[in-house]
Nanobody, 124 residues
């Protein structure tokens, strides 16, 4: 089992920045990769970014490319999402996810552990 806890969400004005953190615990040595997804009210959960723990390769959704950066701290079993130049359309609940098997990192089905989510609200 892998447990995930997100933090760092909040309210920010458009153009501002936030850094989300995801703390992993439990059998973290089984993690293959991790990712961030987001879900806006009334919409499906969408892929945001992913990082593979083997080589730190990353993928980022086109909608946030150039504004969001995913990274991780190996020693602390933490993953981060640095969000810059935030827009009102970035408002959503952001979820951290972990996969313990090789998978497509951009789909929900590729992950077997999920955090509870953290709210990000961007005001105009």
């Amino acid at each position: 089992q892998v447990q995930l806890v997100e933090s760092g969400g909040g309210l920010v004005q458009a153009g501002g920045s936030l850094r989300l953190s995801c703390a992993a615990s439990g059998r973290t040595f089984t993690v293959y990769g991790m990712g961030w997804f987001r879900q806006a009210p009334g919409k499906e959960r969408d892929f945001v970014a992913a990082i593979k723990w083997g080589d730190d390769s990353t993928e980022v959704a086109d909608s946030v490319k150039g504004r969001f950066t995913i990274s991780r701290d190996i020693g602390k079993d933490r993953m981060y999402l640095q969000m810059n130049s935030l827009k009102p359309e970035d408002t959503a609940v952001y979820f951290c996810a972990a996969a313990t098997y090789g998978r497509s990192p951009t789909g929900e089905a590729g992950y077997n552990y999920w955090g509870q989510g953290t709210q990000v609200t961007v005001s105009s």
